[in-house]
């Protein structure tokens, strides 16, 4: 069984801020995609990430996949209240193996 | 419709009642996925179709829980005598085929099982 872990489950930080959160897997994975979910809807996909090592922006999000493809992270640089919301990652097994794995998430309060 | 839709929002049942999610996927997205999300957790897959057959049910919990799917349309998951423990959020999302693409979700159904 695959186990997956966010860090830091909870995060409240202030506007102007920076943040890293975290995800890591027990086991080698083919792709990793990056989901935010606010209160009320469903998840939406930030970045799908499929190569070690490979490194994503978007906008003031950085997404960086592990050389080893077991772990990724998410940098948020001057958070704004909108970033609020649950961030989850979501592993993918491979070919077409449709099935995504999730973590708990981490949930993402940006005070103004 | 835009994206995928999901009925009723919110669901209060009783113990022991039947009840049934809909989920309209978006016109021509043939993979189709039932999440459950409980409170702290993170989603939990459930069933998987591709087209109207459903070649992964590996993740009903259990008998109660079944899900058809009309053509490549709308799906409806059924839980059978509810219980508390099947109180969470139940999302759908669909893909156009199924691999590591993306995934829309819909806004889910919260069931409240009293």
């Known amino acids: 069984t695959q186990l997956l872990e966010q860090s830091p489950q909870f995060l409240s930080i202030q506007e102007g801020e920076n943040l890293t959160v975290y995800c890591n897997s027990s086991?080698?994975?083919?792709?990793l995609q990056w989901y935010r979910q606010e209160p009320g809807e469903g998840p939406v996909l930030l970045v799908t990430?499929?190569?070690?090592?490979e490194v994503k922006k978007l906008k003031r999000l950085t997404f960086q996949f592990g050389d080893a493809r077991k772990d990724s992270s998410l940098h948020i640089t001057a958070a704004q209240p909108g970033d609020t919301g649950l961030y989850l990652c979501?592993?993918?097994?491979?070919?077409?193996?449709?099935?995504?794995?999730f973590g708990k998430g981490t949930l993402l309060t940006v005070n103004p | 419709g835009a994206g995928v839709s999901q009925s009723p929002s919110n669901k209060v049942t009783e113990k022991g009642k039947d009840v049934e999610l809909r989920c309209d996927p978006i016109?021509?997205?043939?993979?189709l996925y039932w999440y459950r999300q409980r409170l702290g957790q993170g989603l939990e897959f459930l069933i998987y179709?591709?087209?109207?057959?459903?070649?992964?049910k590996s993740g009903l919990p259990s008998d109660r829980f079944s899900a058809e799917r009309t053509g490549e349309s709308v799906s409806t998951l059924t839980i059978q005598r509810t219980q508390q423990e099947d109180s969470a959020v139940y999302l759908c999302?669909?893909?156009?085929?199924?691999?590591?693409?993306?995934?829309?979700f819909g806004p889910g159904t919260r069931l409240l099982v009293l």
């Open positions: 016109s021509g997205h043939t993979a």
């Open positions: 179709f591709q087209g109207n057959s459903a070649p992964d």
């Open positions: 999302a669909s893909s156009l085929q199924s691999g590591p693409g993306t995934q829309y």
């Open positions: 086991s080698v994975f083919s792709s």
């Open positions: 979501g592993l993918g097994g491979g070919g077409s193996n449709y099935k995504l794995t």
């Open positions: 990430v499929v190569t070690g090592g």
